[in-house]
């Protein structure tokens, strides 16, 4: 691809000397006992010719274009993501060509090795349900043994340990290979890059894509290109073009197609975005003058020289009548690899089995090709597959690449244009055997805009986040993505209403009272950034302004949702936007407003020096239609029948609809074996969930039947809204099942079945707001393992380490939970304690310590005070051993057991680097505890492994003791390690934390207080600040 003056290439590796001349032989063969796809090569040196044999002559013409060709488009680093230095297929060793080269011919090349695993590897990301966190490859392998290896010059502004990467897993090392190719083509000396693997059928696709997505979402390339055309170019051109086998992949389970997309959630931060950096760089100029049999030598000689591109073709035009040269195209087919079918291919085809046919549109409206001539296709590099033998390769990409919308609006960028069509050296599509000349400034059917005046750049990197959540969510790929923000929240918050107050405001105009107007900022999480959320109405003449126009949030209990509230005194009447005087500004999070008495804050306006600002009133009410609970049961008939031996097993899919017209997964029900009637079991579903409060947005419920290897195959579906749904309350509703590609292909299709609703009911049930509003107060305690295998807390390596410039894992994972849970606690005093250590002077182990020292009152003053014991204690005590959880668990149930009213709710937070020593003792309290308002959240830290900590999480197992079952599930464990920020971005470390282990606290309360039926106590009497007497004019 183009970017500003670079080439960014991709290739498969040059095969090893067997496979060459197997390849050589094949092409002889099908070409009709003519292959001249390495004759006519220039003489050589004599220098070279001791290393001359039968076996280097055909490598050195094949490396003499390869380079050749690299030169040409001044490509200058190739980056090497084997992590064999020979791979063996097929019996025959391929490598790469740099590193086999005795002549040298690659050392005026920067060479790198970054190994990355291969597409087997991706079967485990797929069966840990496709979580990446965590997965580590394993390094000590017999097969691997590429080093890792990076000139110091492209390594010193990265401030990445290399030397760790054999422990990085899946995230952070492609997050940091991405950096380093990121660092590459943003450096100063234009120059290009290359990157290869064995095949250039999956990682190079992989880092390729992440590369086009990356600038795309800042805006540097495809600026006009829509989100789902993005996505169709990307999975187009980076991967079918060039033989990725998605069909076959997924029969393996190698899932390395749907890991770039969802990976994309990791790179929104800034770190990751080149637009800073372009903005310093100016555009290159365009040379108009150079054609492509100038740069790439592209005559029926050099057939083969795009080999170091990825391309497994290279083309050459073959004259049709009519017409001087032209390209066609079809789509990928797989055949079954039985020799009828390949033979019956082979004749119709009879070039070679490999083709890739392009063609040039009648129109830039016309997505239809017409077939206007022949390309003929001839393999120059590796044609050994590791594909499953139940594929035959046969063509390119299954997907037309996306054309400019219109001729008339031209793109700037550069493409390569013809009088037979036009095609990008991104693709490295072959070679062109009639003249063509480089244009940059007209619109042509297959270029996209890769250079961009500095004018189309966005206007923010923050934007990148917004940008790259849209191409997963313009896809239908599995498993579902969900980026780092809003976007990752399956089903809406509870939306809050907030009213706002000011009180004695400055004054600031001569003749009158101020003119006041509030504005509200919202703080983005990744990126830090505030974002204005909106504005109030601006009251005339006064300082005790009752705004009327309220600011609706969704809420969400596990983020700290930190909020601005800037305060103006507006001028101009006619245009707000302007700057007007500023009067003061309040910090807050969300959660302090719901947590406060009656969901009810007063906050001093300051930011005005030297002046008393007056301050600022905020109340918080949840909206009504948020508590509402929708039960239905639905059952379907006549369903399409879909399995070869039974008929179908049916299950529905609810999607709600999104405001950028995209679905999102709201409900799934229950499979029904073998049959085309099934009845589902009824369900309930929060509406909010459903609809998001709109009572007439689009609900899409799509049928599927079920298959043991997750390929669902689609049934049909159909639309309705929570309107329409409500109605069934009266009567039944049928819904009929339309498959739209049954419905384009067959005239006489009716549906693929019916599905009737049969009841429908709307109840309100308190929410986690009800009791915070109501008084009932969240009591924080927390447990701190401070046992020997945490390592020595003066040494770095210790997990205890007390760095002056960062925190530890503890001190982040106790500040990321506490700094939410705090704002519902009034008195802001916690309990805190230490276990596994030796206490001075006698040296006595205690599981069960207060870290400040204190045994009659172990409360620290907020979380800060909290830290501030914690510290202490690692500088006064001994870690020793053994981990018991038990005393701590059992201590805080004690203080809960007393507690029967719903007025306080405990949560105790222990953080471990390692195995539980008491498991039938801690099963035992956590049994015990179930039954009291208690939850219990268990943060693992350090690299050990945690199975004894999922078992006490009792998501998919009851945790039980002796016979009895915990009562409810109020245990949450996570491993610290999957939510660290890889940039070390310690802030957004802690939010994702927070976000997981605090997201099942407010169910937990809900379950406590429903099994012991309380009720939330109604809000206490509202006690504002009084109002002062009317101004006087």
Sequence with gaps: MRFLSQHICRSATLAGWGELYGRTGYNYIFSGGADDAWADVEDVTEEDGALRSSDTHLFDKVRGYDIKLLRYLSVKYICDLMVENKKVKFGMNVTSSEKVDKAQRYADFTLLSIPYPGCEFFKEYKDRDYMAEGLIFNWKQDYVDAPLSIPDFLTCSLNIDWSQYQSWDLVQQTQNYLKLLLSIINSDDDSGLLVHCISG???????????????????????????????????????????????????????????????????????????????????????????????????????????????????????????????????????????????????????????????????????????????????????????????????????????????????????????????????????????????????????????????????????????????????????????????????????????????????????????????????????????????????????????????????????????????????????????????????????????????????????????????????????????????????????????????????????????????????????????????????????????????????????????????????????????????????????????????????????????????????????FVDYIKGGTQLNFTVAIDFTASNGNPLQPTSLHYMSPYQLSAYAMALKAVGEIIQDYDSDKLFPAYGFGAKLPPEGRISHQFPLNNNDEDPNCAGIEGVLESYFQSLRTVQLYGPTYFAPVINQVARAAAKISDGSQYYVLLIITDGVISDMTQTKEAIVSASSLPMSIIIVGVGPAMFEAMEELDGDDVRVSSRGRYAERDIVQFVPFRDYVDRSGNQVLSMARLAKDVLAEIPEQLLSYMRTRDIQPRPPPPANPSPTPAPEQP
């Design 201 to 767: 059928w999956d990682r190079t696709p992989l880092f390729i894509s992440l590369l086009r997505l990356s600038l795309w979402a800042d805006g540097l390339i495809h600026a006009s290109l829509k989100p789902a055309e993005i996505l169709y170019l990307t999975v187009a051109y980076d991967w079918f073009l060039f033989g990725h086998m998605l069909v076959d992949r997924l029969s393996k389970g190698e899932e390395i197609f749907f890991f770039c997309f969802n990976f994309l959630k990791h790179i929104i931060s800034e770190e990751f975005s080149a637009l800073k950096t372009q903005r310093r760089k100016s555009l290159p100029a365009r040379d108009a003058g150079f054609t492509v049999e100038d740069i790439c030598m592209l005559r029926r000689k050099d057939r083969g020289s795009t080999t170091s591109l990825g391309s497994d073709f290279s083309l050459v035009m073959e004259s049709s009548p009519g017409a001087a040269g032209s390209f066609t195209y079809e789509t990928v087919e797989l055949v079954p690899a039985g020799a009828q079918t390949q033979a019956a291919w082979r004749k119709s085809h009879s070039s070679s089995p490999q083709s890739v046919l392009w063609n040039r549109p009648q129109s830039s409206e016309d997505r239809l090709f017409s077939h206007q001539g022949l390309v003929e296709a001839k393999s120059s590099s590796s044609s050994s597959s590791n594909h499953s033998d139940n594929f035959f390769r046969m063509g390119s990409s299954p997907l037309e690449v996306p054309k400019p919308r219109s001729v008339d609006h031209p793109l700037p960028g550069s493409s390569l244009s013809t009088d037979f069509g036009s095609w990008q050296m991104v693709t490295g599509c072959g070679s062109i055997q009639e003249r063509a000349v480089l244009h940059t400034d007209s619109s042509l059917p297959f270029s996209f805009p890769d250079e961009l005046p500095n004018n189309c750049l966005l206007a923010a990197l923050s934007e990148r986040e917004t940008r790259l959540q849209e191409p997963p969510a313009a896809s239908a790929t599995r498993p579902a993505m969900s980026l780092s923000g809003a976007s990752e929240r399956s089903v809406p918050a509870t939306k809050i209403e907030i009213t706002v107050s000011c009180r004695n405001l400055l004054d600031l105009d001569t003749f009158s009272k101020s003119d006041p107007m509030v504005v509200l900022y919202t703080q983005s999480r990744a990126s830090q950034e505030w974002r204005e959320f909106g504005r109030t109405e601006v009251i005339d003449n006064t300082l005790n302004p009752d705004f009327v126009r309220k600011f609706v949030l969704d809420y969400f209990f596990e983020e700290k949702q930190n909020l601005r509230f800037d305060v103006y005194n507006v001028d101009s009447k006619t245009n707000i936007s302007k700057p007007q005087d500023f009067l003061g500004q309040a910090f807050l999070a969300l959660g302090e407003v719901i947590g406060g008495q009656g969901s009810r804050v007063e906050r001093p306006l300051t930011g005005v020096p030297g002046k008393k600002c007056g301050t600022i009133l905020l109340t918080a009410e949840e909206l009504s239609n948020c508590r509402d609970i929708a039960t239905m049961q639905l059952c379907a008939n006549k369903l399409d029948k879909k399995d070869f031996f039974g008929k179908s097993d049916p299950f529905l899919v609810f999607y709600r609809s999104n405001e950028d017209g995209t679905f999102t997964i709201c409900h799934k029900t229950e499979v029904v074996k073998n049959t085309l009637n099934p009845v589902w079991q009824p369900f309930s579903i929060p509406v909010r969930a459903l609809c998001n409060g709109d009572y007439d947005r689009t609900v899409k419920i799509d049928v599927y039947d079920w298959d043991r290897d997750g390929s669902h195959d689609f049934i049909g579906e159909f639309t309705t809204s929570y309107r329409e749904l409500s109605k069934a309350q009266n009567q039944f509703t049928v819904y009929e099942v339309l498959n739209p590609r049954k419905k384009c292909k067959k005239k006489k299709y009716v549906n693929s079945g019916t599905v009737t609703l049969l009841s429908f009911s709307v109840d309100s049930e308190f929410t």
